[in-house]
């Protein structure tokens, strides 16, 4: 598990993170939605030890993080402009993970690197952006770390060499019980494959939810009403949003579906439907709620 204790970090004058306080549980895939500069990379390189915040706590497993070597060799931090050292290859890289990494696996990282189609021994300064991403989540991946922190790293991907590092992680979290998080500015790439969402808006947690629950506890439905009038049926819905369109009603709801359904049914309307709602809907519903407009904070 890993639990951020209301973290703050300051660059100067320029605030980065603001009482952040989250929670991450091990063997998911947690997604880190928020807008350029909402403080994403930092809470990444402060969970991997990388940074120190200026105040509260970070702890993988109940112990710190920074400055812990036993615990940062458990981590691995996927940088979104990966620094590679000058003229090596992924040989040498290879070579210098094993060093950190107790249980870096060798063969695993071969396999990898052919199926990826990637040569060992070239210079990875003569790698395209999207080949260097792909040799950095496959150094992750065969380091044997548990905790693998990455930054925008599905960005230069093409779709394929997206799908095949969506698999990679989902199989290691099925297989070793991984724990990848993973910052995005796209909610989109995200959504088919986190178990868990945080949103970070201008260096604070707005929230952080598992998606089933969230898919689960929001509703939205297209109503006509009949003889009972609108705000009657409403009145015992927890109501996030309505829309009219001539005597169509398209309303968002918090609570779980059955008793949803039940409620409007009992009210006998002309026609009543709940429709699956994307995960942008419920962000955009979820954020509303919260005085802000996701529209402006998420792609
Ligand atoms: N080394 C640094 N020196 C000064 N300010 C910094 C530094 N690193 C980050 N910041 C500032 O901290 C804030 C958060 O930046 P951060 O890079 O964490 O955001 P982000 O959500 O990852 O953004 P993006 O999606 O654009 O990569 C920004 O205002 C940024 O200017």
Redesign the pocket.
């Known amino acids: 598990m890993i639990r951020a204790q209301a973290v703050h ?4 004058s ?4 603001d009482s952040v306080t989250a929670e991450i549980r091990t063997g998911s895939i947690y997604g880190l939605i ?12 402060i969970l991997a030890g990388i940074l120190r915040p200026d105040s509260g706590s970070v702890t993988i497993d109940d112990q710190p993080v920074f400055e812990n070597p036993e615990i940062k060799s458990r981590c691995f931090m996927i940088s ?1 402009e990966p620094y590679f050292f000058s003229g090596c290859t992924p040989r040498d890289l290879k070579e210098y993970y094993k060093t950190i990494y107790p249980h870096f696996d060798e063969a695993r990282f071969r396999s990898l690197m052919n199926n990826f189609g990637l040569d060992e021994r070239r210079k990875i300064r003569t790698f395209s952006k999207g080949m260097k991403k792909q040799v950095s989540v496959i150094c992750a991946v065969s380091s044997g770390a548990d905790y693998l922190f990455c ?2 790293t599905f960005d230069g991907l093409d779709p394929v060499a997206r799908q095949a590092v969506k698999s990679l992680f989902a199989g290691d979290v099925a297989e070793f019980c991984a724990t990848p998080v993973i ?1 995005s ?1 796209n909610l989109r790439e995200l959504e088919d494959f986190c178990d868990c969402i945080g949103l ?1 808006h201008r ?1 604070g947690i707005l929230f952080s939810r598992d998606l089933d629950d969230m898919k689960l506890n929001i509703q939205k439905i297209q109503l006509i009403p009949g003889d009972i009038p609108a705000p009657e049926i409403l009145r015992d819905l927890d109501v996030m949003d309505t829309q009219r369109s001539g005597r169509m009603l398209t309303v968002t709801v918090r609570g779980n579906r059955a008793e949803t359904e039940a409620r409007l049914r009992a009210a006998n309307p002309l026609y009543f439907e709940l429709l699956p709602l994307s995960l942008e809907e419920i962000f955009i519903a979820e954020t509303e709620v919260n005085g802000y407009d996701a529209r402006k904070l998420i792609v």
């Open positions: 970090k300051s660059f100067g320029t605030p980065a993170l928020g807008s350029n500069g909402a403080g994403k990379s930092t809470f990444l390189r979104d930054d925008e910052a500015h970070l260096g």
